[in-house]
């Protein structure tokens, strides 16, 4: 990818302005910071604009942007079933039937849920999962950080990783949540204000909608608008009942597994009551879907213009798409966004990781810390989290393939507990930490048994044979650790009494009225004093 000088140096600019915008709002924002409830999730005190900008804005990552374009140029919307549908599937899935609870109980982390509701040793699990998650994907956003760094400037790809690590870590250890937030807000605005001109700009050059419509492919499927398996050509390129498989297994990698994850419930349990985190999560949800498609489509349209682009070379089809589309101005601000798009993503999983040590891993070592105690222990783990994730991304920059089975992990051992925890009364630990095992186990074991399937369709790709035998696997290992949580909670009702479900103050949470359904008015207006915090 070339870009001209003068261009150059107007995006070089804009990028510029960006990271000393990003670094004056971290500190304004840390003086809102009085305890660890500010730090983690602002004090429980956004509004619905703000709790659904966030949200919106922590899932619509750069890479996000930048894949989906250039998979639907390779394989149409069946290539981002993933990501923007099954990302979006989460979203009102949390919204209906997990959102409400979580707020209600005013957990700091979603490992809350899990000690809470089974014990010290499920909790220890999850808070495992979770790290591990967010070294994983904290790495993978370095990587695609230090890769635009390197595509628009020439630097090693380390420098560039090094320069985006230390922006995202020096304004997340100021201002925490609140400076997320306040960021995630402004570059909602310009990232998905950014992808609609460059949309607009493509379909004008490809001659309109209906001279796209009429002139729509992509290179490996026939039918690009299509969301199912094609008859003849299956599911990216697996026929009959394992593509089926394959299938649902991407709708649940990020519609399910994604779900009790620290980040999304993080931004959630922000909202200042529970109206707010379950509309904040319904707006977020339409916004992701209406400018998430928008990138795909920008692919399509690319392939309907220029047939020719190898696959290895799709990469930056959304950067090239804005170049060739918008002015230098309009070029510079996007992409900046872009960049900045990849930070948002950066800090809140540096943040959830963090969060996650302080509440629940620390206190098995450091019990009855002062609040000015655990706010400090959060930013100094910020700081670690950042640094680990940083030496991951240098000495492993395959990274961000590697990142997503950690999605999976979650998918595969994590919800199952989560849903029946929240909806069925004799689930217990020793259940949950069956199908915790189970489900991981089964993952694992299906890998090397679906591989030689693998690796034959991708034609000796090992690396392509891997990532569908991940997805392909994780329908069968969810499905175990969903029947185990039944059957072994069955089995030991009388060994293990199941626990009530409690709130942060260890008192009994109220079942009733569990839906998002709430009237939107409840949402928008403005709270009383007795109830902040609540």
Known sequence: MEIPASNLTIIVACIVVF?????????????????????????????IYLTGASIMATWFAAETLMGASSTAYQYGFQGVVFDPFGAALCLFVSGFFFIRLMRRARYLTVVDFFERRFGKWMGMAAAAIQMITYFG??????????????????????????????????????????????????????????VTLIFVGVMNAAGGWDAFLANAGSLYVSKPFTLLPIPGEGYLGYQGGLGWTYWLGAWMALGLGSIAAQDLMQRSMSARNEATAVHGTYMAGILYLGFGVLSPLIGIAMFAMNPNIAPEQTEFLLVTAATDNLSPFLAGIFIAALASALMSTSDSSILAGASVFTENILPFFKKNLSEKANLMWTRWMVLVIGVISLLMALFAQTIYKLSVFAWTVILVGMFAPFALGMYWKKTNQTGALAGFIGGWVTWLISLPLLYPTTIEINAGDAELAIWDATYIGSVPAFLVSLILVV??????????????????????????????????????????PDEMDH
């Open 19 to 47: 990271f000393a915008v990003r670094m004056l709002i971290g500190y304004l924002a840390s003086r809102k910071v009085n305890n660890t409830t500010d730090y983690i999730v602002a004090g429980r005190r956004l509004p």
């Open 137 to 194: 994907w904290t790495a993978a956003q370095i990587v695609a950080g230090g890769n635009i760094v390197h595509a628009l400037f020439g630097w090693p790809v380390e420098i560039g990783m090094l320069f985006v690590a230390t922006i995202v870590i020096s304004y997340t250890m100021m201002g925490g949540m609140w400076a997320d937030t306040l960021l995630d807000f402004m570059q909602m605005f310009l990232t998905a204000g950014g």
């Open 487 to 528: 059957v072994v909670s069955l089995l030991t009702q009388k060994r293990d009494a199941p626990r009530p479900l409690l709130d942060v103050d260890n008192k009994p949470l109220a079942f009733k009225n569990r839906m998002g359904i709430l009237p939107l008015r409840d949402a928008l207006r403005k709270l009383r």
